[in-house]
T-cell receptor
Framework: AQTVTQSQPEMSVQEAETVTLSCTYD???????LFWYKQPPSRQMILVIR??????QNATENRFSVNFQKAAKSFSLKISDSQLGDAAMYFC?????????????FGTGTSLTVIP | EADIYQTPRYLVIGTGKKITLECSQT?????MYWYQQDPGMELHLIHY???????EKGDLSSESTVSRIRTEHFPLTLESARPSHTSQYLC????????????FGSGTRLTVV
């Protein structure tokens, strides 16, 4: 079974600084997708960034980037120039590849606090 | 604007009551999902549907039931609520391959007293 582990229940960062959230996963598959989701307090969970396992290049979306280490099964999220609006729960998620069902597996989340 | 809607956002109900949590999406997605989310725990899949008249149970055993009579609508029903059902319930949908991730609703926080 696939498992996703987020070992940091809570993290904090000073406004304008950089923070990295960790995620590891366990799989025997070679084709899969990885995601980071953001869930602000009492608000909708939204997709932050995604990575296809077959792509070696790390995904980037504005201030958000990932460090994808396929051999190590690691998928960390880096937030640069942190803003107050980045404060939220962040969930790492895994999905198996093509035509193997759509179920996502989520980690337990990391609560990010941004200090003004 | 395409989105996914859940109602109610908050619900406090007595033990033994029947409840239905509503979920609707305007994106025409075939695939829809219900997850249960507890603090400090990962999201657990309780039901999913790959299209009209298709429903399956997820990994987490649940006493709830679902139906999918229309593409846009995926309600979840608890016939007799119990305090153990207290949780947050998230509805999500995805396009066919799921490669682009889920779109989530805002969730329903259910408290059974």
């Amino acid at each position: 079974a696939q498992t996703v582990t987020q070992s940091q229940p809570e993290m904090s960062v000073q406004e304008a600084e950089t923070v990295t959230l960790s995620c590891t996963y366990d799989t025997s598959e070679s084709d899969y997708y990885l995601f980071w989701y953001k869930q602000p307090p009492s608000r909708q969970m939204i997709l932050v960034i995604r990575q296809e396992a077959y792509k070696q290049q790390n995904a980037t979306e504005n201030r958000f980037s990932v460090n994808f280490q396929k051999a190590a099964k690691s998928f960390s999220l880096k937030i640069s120039d942190s803003q107050l609006g980045d404060a939220a729960m962040y969930f790492c998620a895994y999905r198996r590849g093509w035509n193997t069902g759509n179920q996502f597996y989520f980690g337990t989340g990391t609560s990010l606090t941004v200090i003004p | 604007e395409a989105d996914i809607y859940q109602t109610p956002r908050y619900l406090v109900i007595g033990t033994g009551k029947k409840i239905t949590l509503e979920c609707s999406q305007t994106m025409g997605h075939d695939k829809m999902y219900w997850y249960q989310q507890d603090p400090g725990m990962e999201l657990h899949l309780i039901h999913y549907s790959y299209g009209v008249n298709s429903t399956e149970k997820g990994d987490l055993s649940s006493e709830s039931t679902v139906s999918r009579i229309r593409t846009e609508h995926f309600p979840l029903t608890l016939e007799s609520a119990r305090p153990s059902h207290t949780s947050q319930y998230l509805c999500a949908s995805s396009e066919g391959t799921g490669h682009y991730g889920y779109t989530f609703g805002s969730g329903t926080r259910l408290t059974v007293v």
